[in-house]
């Protein structure tokens, strides 16, 4: 079975800095996909970034963006220009990508608790 | 694109009774779509997977009789708690499989239930 790890629960930054926080996983697959999510204290899960393993390019949305690390599965994500909205809990999520009924189900970190200091 | 509701967002009933939360996909069709738990300052608990016109399948621990679960259409599904008792009281969440992107959970806003 797959785990995701995130060694940190809680995690600050001054606002406009940057920060990584991380997380690794375990699994015997060679094909997946890697999430981050944000839950703000709405409680509403936002889709942060997306990762496919078998790409090498690390993928980018706007401020954030991944350090993949197949080899070390290490998966962490930096936000740069932290901004107050970026305060959450953020949630590494690992999802198998052979296609079979059962294989869609997401393997959830347990959250680091980022706060933007201002 | 792929936004994800849920109805009602927030529930209070008395123990002994049903409630059901309905999930729904607003702009697009989801095949599967997921039912979660979420206890405070927890990470989220898959509860079971629905898919569109057959049976649930639950996680282990999951009591198939007590957290009842329909998925009669592409863009809806209901989670409906009978006999609900206060352990009962937690945040649900559900998810949807965006079709084109079948790798991707959207999730909704989250229901919040507590049983007095």
């Known amino acids: 079975a797959q785990t995701v790890t995130q060694s940190q629960p809680e995690m600050s930054v001054q606002e406009a800095e940057t920060v990584t926080l991380s997380c690794t996983y375990d699994t015997s697959e060679s094909d997946y996909y890697l999430f981050w999510y944000k839950q703000p204290p709405s409680r509403q899960m936002i889709l942060v970034i997306r990762q496919e393993a078998y790409k090498q390019q690390n993928a980018t949305e706007n401020r954030f963006s991944v350090n993949f690390q197949k080899a070390a599965k290490s998966f962490s994500l930096k936000i740069s220009d932290s901004q107050l909205g970026d305060a959450a809990m953020y949630f590494c999520?690992?999802?198998?990508?052979?296609?079979?009924?059962?294989?869609?189900?997401?393997?959830f970190g347990t959250g680091t608790r980022l706060t933007i200091i201002p | 694109g792929a936004v994800v509701s849920q109805h009602p967002s927030w529930v209070i009933c008395k123990s002994g009774t049903s409630v059901k939360i309905e999930c729904r996909s607003l702009d697009f069709q989801a095949t599967t779509m997921f039912w979660y738990r979420q206890f405070p300052k927890q990470s989220l608990m898959l509860m079971a997977t629905?898919?569109?016109?057959?049976?649930?399948?639950?996680e282990q621990g999951v009591e198939k009789d007590k957290f009842l679960i329909n998925h009669a259409s592409l863009t809806l599904s209901t989670l409906t708690v009978t006999s609900a008792h206060p352990e009962d009281s937690s945040f649900y969440i559900c998810?949807?499989?965006?079709?084109?992107?079948?790798?991707?959970?959207?999730f909704g806003p989250g229901t919040r239930l507590t049983v007095l």
């Open positions: 998810s949807a499989l965006l079709e084109a992107l079948t790798d991707t959970q959207y």
């Open positions: 629905s898919n569109e016109g057959s049976k649930a399948t639950y």
């Open positions: 999520a690992y999802r198998s990508a052979i296609s079979n009924f059962g294989n869609e189900k997401l393997t």
